[in-house]
């Protein structure tokens, strides 16, 4: 069967289309917009009319992908920003007008068991159970522990874009910015573990952007390329050095390098904390994963 997945996030909106048979998983098309859909809602409350623009006008642009590719079955997915906003009914029917479909507005535990699957069947190589998989968003970060299911999962409210907003807004960030940034994570991590037995972690798998592109930059790569980066693993020193680098950095400095995508310039330096922070809590090299929720959604649609 031929599926469409659509995952719209705080930061970005991305689509995948793949053709599932059992358990084989062939990918179609896949591609990603950042549309900031999230931009304001942790000071506002509600989505923006502009963040609504340049999310409905992708998903214009996706209706056309689609239908294209002669998709009849589509599962659209909407997490932290839109679970956090007040006029969500607005964007769920400017989609239904674009797509046909309404978005699913999921929770943050559904959204952690999508993102362990689409992960889990993933990875080219085993990872010792149980296995951490961490997905840090723009809104939210997903905490997952299991072995072939999901074990306990936790959702938390620190994202990439929401720290930015609350407190990396100088270029470069000061140490007493970075400092309550590095609060509100630790509190967040706190918070997980008491669902979620970190502890227990044999492995740990970082998922979606922010993870890759502090890959990309360890790896010193000249170019983003997300072959090379599935499955490579990081060491905590790396992610350490790459952080402290990425939060010293101007904008105009982080924008010049070769992997950054250019949505990703204002607010790699809080998702790099983010995973900073977690692999200090964990003491586990981070196994980067390419597949995430996106892959997840497609998978959820075989099933059923």
Request: some cysteine.
């Amino acid at each position: 069967m031929r599926v469409g997945a659509i995952d719209c996030g705080t930061n970005s909106i991305r689509l995948l289309i793949a053709d599932i048979d059992g358990d084989h998983f062939a990918e179609v098309d896949r591609r990603m917009e950042i549309v900031r859909l999230g931009e304001g809602v942790d000071r506002t409350g509600t989505l923006s009319t502009a963040a609504l623009d340049r999310t409905f006008a992708a998903c214009d642009r996706y209706a056309e992908v689609l239908s294209l590719h002669g998709v009849t079955q589509v599962r659209f997915v909407a997490t932290s920003a839109s679970r956090d906003a007040s006029n969500r009914d607005d964007f769920i029917a400017g989609v239904r007008a674009r797509l046909g479909i309404d978005p699913e507005v999921i929770t943050g535990a559904e959204e952690a068991a999508l993102s362990f699957t689409g992960a889990v069947r993933g990875l080219r190589n085993p990872v010792a159970l149980p296995t951490l998989i961490v997905d840090i968003g723009g809104g939210s970060t997903e905490f997952v522990l299991g072995a072939d299911l999901p074990i306990a999962a936790m959702s938390v409210d620190i994202g990439c874009v929401r720290l930015t907003e609350r407190h990396l807004g100088e270029d470069p960030p000061s140490s007493a910015s970075i400092a309550a940034t590095i609060a509100d994570i630790d509190a967040a991590i706190d918070r997980a573990a008491g669902s979620v037995p970190l502890d227990q972690a044999q492995s740990l798998v970082g998922l979606a952007g922010s993870v890759t592109t502090v890959a990309a930059v360890a790896l010193g790569l000249s170019v983003y390329d997300p072959a090379v980066l599935h499955g490579s693993i990081l060491m905590p020193d790396q992610v350490a050095r790459v952080t402290a680098d990425l939060l010293g950095m101007s904008r105009a400095d982080r924008a010049a390098s070769p992997v950054m995508h250019e949505g990703r310039v204002d607010v790699i330096g809080g998702g790099a904390l983010i995973l900073d922070r977690i692999v200090r809590r964990v003491g586990l090299p981070v196994v980067v994963s390419e597949t995430d929720i996106l892959d997840g959604i497609a998978w959820s649609m075989a099933k059923g």
